[in-house]
């Protein structure tokens, strides 16, 4: 198990991926044996274990041979399990809707001001989680303005409800400044609001972290100006220890406290995904400097 199955082992980890592939590959050059796929195996699981990963399955593969890549593979009559391409087809990947957790930037206010429809004022966007159905009680964030979803379009459509993943327009009950980077959210279930935000980052700009410079985080549709005022740890790959650290280069993994221009509207990425993660940008460069998941709100 080499430094970079630990990476992106930990990555996985992180990310909160449920269903994990292992594919042990070259088992030709190793003339399809089953002891060396199984002493493998069993140190990966002494990792998965360390990092809490709790659904591994692992697939012996010869990449060049084609062996379980899309066909069982007939040089290895001890593997009673699937093909990798059989495995990727039948996996299990959907996620039940959490209703509660209705969150949507609003990407444009559709106001086509023409004599018919004078009066028009819709808030388009993309439902990132849960459900917004009619009459329910939404707050604009960061506002903490309040209304009630009067209608719900999608193309021609006018249904009852609008769920995660899809494009739509709400149109509100009351009239409200509403602009681009705004989320509408279910107002029983409000999200965190701070600028003072604590976060596991992936660092993956060639330039080391500099916390002397402003950077701009993209949180969804809404950007916004961020300093780094700590770095909690870092993550040493090998050992998996957090240790005390005062710079982050390509490839660290670790965890920082920000501070943002704007208050963000955020989830704490355990509990919504779609809304608890962003990324840094390098003022500089506009390159992307790290990856950003959302774990606490900072004192």
């Excluded at 509408?184 to 002397?212: F, G, K, T």
Aim: proline share 3%.
């Amino acid at each position: 198990v080499v430094e970079q199955t630990i990476r992106h082992s930990y990555l996985v980890s992180l990310l909160g991926i449920e269903h994990v592939v292992v594919c042990l590959n070259k088992m030709d050059m190793v003339e399809y044996s089953e002891s060396v796929f199984n002493g493998i195996v069993e140190k990966y699981k002494t990792l998965a274990s360390d990092l809490g990963l709790k659904d591994v399955t692992f697939i012996p593969v010869s990449a060049l041979k084609g062996d379980n890549v899309v066909n069982e593979s007939e040089n290895m009559p001890w593997y009673q399990g699937t093909s990798l391409l059989h495995f990727l087809e039948t996996v299990d990947v959907e996620v039940g809707p959490e209703y509660n957790l209705a969150r949507m930037p609003v990407q444009w206010v559709v106001r086509p001001q023409t004599d018919e429809l004078h009066d028009y004022r819709g808030y388009a966007g993309r439902v990132l989680s849960g459900a917004f159905c009619i009459n329910d009680k939404v707050t604009v964030l960061p506002s903490g303005s309040t209304s009630v979803i009067e209608r719900i379009e999608i193309f021609d459509q006018r249904p009852q409800e609008a769920v995660a993943g899809q494009s739509v327009t709400l149109h509100l009950r009351d009239n409200i400044d509403i602009s681009r980077g705004d989320v509408l959210v279910n107002s029983d279930h409000l999200p965190q609001d701070s600028q003072l935000i604590e976060a596991d980052v992936c660092w993956m700009d060639a330039r080391p972290l500099d916390d002397s410079i402003t950077y701009l985080l993209q949180h969804n549709s809404k950007i916004t100006k961020c300093k780094i005022r700590e770095i909690v740890y870092k993550v040493d790959i090998n050992t998996l220890e957090k240790q005390e650290a005062y710079d982050f280069k390509l490839n660290d993994i670790g965890r920082i406290i920000i501070k943002t221009a704007d208050s963000l509207p955020f989830d704490f990425y355990t509990d919504n995904k779609a809304n608890g993660a962003a990324i840094l940008i390098d003022s500089r460069t506009n390159l992307t400097a790290a990856a950003l998941m959302f774990r606490a709100v900072a004192d």
